[in-house]
């Protein structure tokens, strides 16, 4: 019933010839002025009212029906609504409290370092974080777990490791080449993708002596001429298996550069410059102990313990054993009667005479 009557209501005042937007605009919330200063602005007032008042007779003619009646329930339903939000619903009601949102210790990084933290504050911890351990404590945890995780892997997996065992074969002769692999037990390092290549000169096959000692010019400094070695590296690739693969192609090409018989560098003299020659202290010869030395030593200690038993039967030889139990002997025997003749002196505080004390002279 409402929504009829407003539309009648607003078929009503689109019969006045201004515009009626002005009523339905967003009032201000402040306090208006209790009088008006501008009397066009009265005028054009009693003016719309007017209008308005035409038109609304105008429908009841048509209608036959009491509009005006209807417009005023209309406008005290619309009253009363207005009343009861305004009851529910103050303007300006304060907000309700709402608790802080707790602050919780930070973690210590290179960030907030030296920054206060939100205990100092003022803030406090609510009662159910106070129940948590310290960051120390969280890092000997940590560390215990991982502890137990190794010990784990130990105890159940590695036992299986021994099924995919493989007996050791030595290389023959068909394997020259040594790869050399750094591992870190799973831990990320910059030196584990470099992988080392060792292989001897004459270990290398079908290569004839001038293409051997092409080869050693070819690889230069990394030739060691007293072990007869090459040793080359390579870490410029992610992977070990990629290193490993371009030093295998490197000897397959300095292979292929050797066997070329375009030119030998039988011209070119081997430069061993870079490597440093260090002595090394032998044992000298004239220190063996050979067949001859060795009678000879022999016979020296035969007379050696001839002539000792000459002096012993002549009594020559000086016992020492013996000549320390004398020595103590001859002590012994002048310490005595020096303690027989100090047992015979009277002690001090004793007997009629009064005190007497034993001077020793």
């Known amino acids: 019933m409402s929504t009829a009557l407003q539309s009648v209501r607003l078929t009503a005042r689109s019969c006045a010839c201004s515009n009626f937007s002005q009523q339905y605009v967003a009032r201000s919330i402040g306090r208006r002025r209790a009088f008006a200063t501008t009397p066009l602005l009265m005028k054009r007032k009693g003016r719309i009212a007017e209008a308005q008042k035409e038109g609304l007779e105008k429908l009841q003619k048509k209608s036959g029906r009491d509009l005006a009646g209807l417009f005023a329930e209309n406008d005290e339903i619309l009253r009363e609504l207005e009343e009861e939000l305004e009851a529910d619903v103050e303007i300006g009601q304060t907000p309700p409290d709402i608790d802080p949102v707790p602050k919780h210790m930070l973690k210590d990084t290179f960030l907030n370092m030296g920054d206060p933290e939100p205990f100092e504050e003022g803030a406090g911890f609510p009662e159910e974080d ?52 750094t591992t870190y037990m799973g831990e990320s ?146 310490r005595d009667p020096f303690a027989h003749a100090m047992a015979d002196l009277p002690v001090a505080g004793k007997g009629k005479g009064g005190k007497k004390v034993a001077v020793r002279r």
């Open 189 to 334: 390092h910059p030196a584990e993708k470099k992988v080392v290549l060792e292989f001897s000169i004459a270990d290398m096959p079908n290569l004839t002596s001038v293409q051997r000692e092409k080869l050693k010019k070819l690889v230069g400094v990394r030739y060691n001429p007293e072990t007869d070695v090459v040793r080359m590296s390579c870490e410029m690739h992610e992977t070990q298996a990629q290193n490993k693969r371009y030093l295998g192609d490197m000897v397959g090409n300095l292979l292929k550069e050797a066997r070329d018989p375009t030119d030998t560098f039988e011209d070119v003299p081997l430069d061993t410059r870079h490597h440093h020659f260090k002595p090394k202290p032998r044992f000298p010869r004239e220190w063996l102990l050979t067949e001859e030395r060795k009678a000879e030593l022999e016979k020296l200690r035969q007379q050696a313990t001839m002539m000792d038993q000459q002096r012993e039967a002549a009594g020559l030889l000086v016992d020492g054993v013996r000549q320390i139990q004398a020595a103590n002997a001859a002590r012994k025997a002048i």
């Open 130 to 181: 106070q129940d948590d351990i310290s960051s120390l404590a969280h890092r000997e945890l940590e560390q215990h777990r991982e502890w137990r995780h190794y010990a784990r892997l130990a105890a159940w997996e590695m036992p299986l490791l021994s099924k995919l065992a493989k007996p050791f074969e030595p290389p023959t002769g068909d394997m020259p080449l040594r790869f050399r692999y």
